[in-house]
T-cell receptor
């Protein structure tokens, strides 16, 4: 079984709709992250959480919100989706040690029409 | 804040050719360095990492990378590429804070590598 899972894997939604992307992990890591990937721009950090009570904005948090429901769950919400939020979204986890290697989920492809 | 620059956005090589993908970062402190690979339709996988010790690190599938601190570089190399190496390659950095952890990875924009049979 995958250590980091994301649901849904693909989603098409309309402008103005609220949508939630979910991430679950079985690695027992405290740290979780949300990134978006756009062609030619690499991955950019949206939000990150070092534990259930600690949530921080990343490079591009505008238009997004997150919820850390438990150590294993970290969800990303688009309150009112817009077309330029069409992207591939990745969740990642890490254990926060000195290397802090991150482990990525399979991604959610979101299209906003 | 740190930044990462990958020199080539698209690289096309023939099988058996040698590969070097450039990566430079900007940050004056201690960093961990990573190369991730994303095969078509798949998620990111760690190819190799550097955090301390020998600056020449070896990873999956015959890839290696050398950390040159004076040049702020972490270039990826492979002496002989294969068709199956076709993928997107990302260099990433996390800058270590005083507490030892980091605030997420900073990625380069990626290099799309195509290997022609």
């Amino acid at each position: 079984d995958a250590d980091v899972t994301q649901t849904p894997r693909n989603r098409i939604t309309k402008t103005g709709k609220r949508i939630m992307l979910e991430c679950s992990q079985t690695k027992g890591h405290d740290r979780m992250y949300w990134y978006r990937q756009d062609p030619g721009l690499g991955l950019r950090l949206i939000y990150y959480s070092f534990d259930v009570k600690d949530i921080n904005k990343g490079e591009i948090s505008d238009g997004y919100s997150v919820s850390r429901q438990a150590q294993a769950k970290f969800s990303l919400s688009l309150e009112s989706a817009i077309p330029n939020q069409t992207a591939l979204y990745f969740c990642a986890t890490s254990d926060g040690n000195s290397v802090d290697e991150q482990y990525f989920g399979p991604g959610t492809r979101l299209t906003v029409t | 804040a740190q930044s990462v620059s990958q020199h080539n956005h698209h690289v096309i090589l023939s099988e058996a050719a040698s590969l070097e993908l450039g990566c430079n970062y900007s940050y004056g402190g201690t960093v961990n360095l990573f190369w991730y690979v994303q095969y078509p339709g798949q998620h990111l996988q760690l190819l190799l990492k550097y955090f301390s010790g020998d600056p020449l690190v070896k990873g999956l599938k015959g890839f290696e990378a050398e950390f040159i601190k004076s040049k702020f570089s972490f270039n990826l190399r492979k002496p002989s590429v294969q068709w199956s190496d076709t993928a997107e390659y990302f260099c990433a950095v996390n800058a270590l804070s005083g507490g030892g952890g980091a605030d997420g990875l900073t990625f380069g924009k990626g290099t799309h590598l195509i290997i022609q049979p």
